[in-house]
């Protein structure tokens, strides 16, 4: 079965700076990988997808990168503002099914 | 619109006591329908998913059960809880991808989330 990895230490960036989370998968590529964003008590919102045969996708400040030769997913917030501090899940998905990773604590310091 | 709705939000239940959760999809027909669990500081683990009515697929081995007697209803159960089953449990909808799809539009969308809590 899949293994997804994101960073595990909680980040912590200056407004305005740009944050950076990954996402490290194992065995095979998924058809396309999701970014969603969860507050505290609550379900995880859809953010963004990208295909396997896409290297890059923006959002406003948003955007992903996916590289399935080295299986990782790179998601950046540019212009970080202390309303984007949440936590941070990637999941793959292949066919119906989904796999989230663990997710990575994200924290904008004004 | 789709709206997608789960109750109860919290709940404390002693344990060996049973289990029922229930969630409910609106606006939407045929959706795919999922069960996940998300301990503290972990990640959201699937549990089942339904692509129909009758049809579940268990993604783990444990003491809980999932059935979908109506379209746009899933519903978690357990004959009797563990300590280990405490957790915030999230019920989400997505559409199925058919194969004559061009976007993978099956992003998915959560419910609000049950909050329990076993002692």
């Known amino acids: 079965s899949q293994k997804i990895e994101q960073n595990s230490e909680a980040l912590n960036i200056q407004e305005g700076k740009t944050a950076t989370l990954t996402c490290n998968y194992t065995?095979?590529?998924?058809?396309?990988l999701q970014w969603y964003r969860q507050d505290p008590g609550r379900g995880p919102v859809f953010l963004l997808l990208?295909?396997?045969?896409?290297k890059e996708k923006r959002k406003e400040r948003l955007k992903v990168t996916f590289d399935t030769t080295l299986k990782q997913s790179l998601f950046h917030i540019t212009a970080s503002q202390p309303a984007d501090s949440a936590t941070y899940l990637c999941?793959?998905?292949?066919?119906?099914?989904?796999?989230f990773g663990t997710g990575t604590s994200l924290t904008v310091i004004p | 619109s789709q709206t997608i709705h789960q109750w109860p939000a919290t709940l404390v239940q002693p344990v060996g006591s049973p289990l029922s959760l229930e969630c409910t999809v609106e606006?939407?027909?045929?959706?795919?329908l999922y069960w996940y669990r998300q301990a503290a500081g972990r990640g959201l683990q699937l549990l089942f998913y339904?692509?129909?009515?009758?049809?579940i697929s268990s993604e783990v081995p444990q003491n809980l059960s999932a059935s979908r007697p109506q379209d746009r209803q899933f519903i978690l159960s357990s004959k009797k809880l563990l300590l280990s089953d405490s957790g915030f449990y999230l019920c989400?909808?997505?559409?199925?991808?058919?194969?004559?799809?061009?976007?993978?539009?099956?992003?998915?969308?959560f419910g609000p989330g049950t909050r329990l809590t076993v002692l």
């Open positions: 339904s692509v129909g009515i009758g049809q």
């Open positions: 999941a793959l998905v292949t066919g119906n099914q989904f796999y």
């Open positions: 606006g939407t027909s045929n959706p795919n």
């Open positions: 990208i295909r396997e045969n896409e």
């Open positions: 989400a909808w997505s559409r199925i991808r058919l194969p004559r799809d061009i976007l993978p539009y099956n992003e998915q969308f």
């Open positions: 065995n095979y590529s998924p058809a396309y």
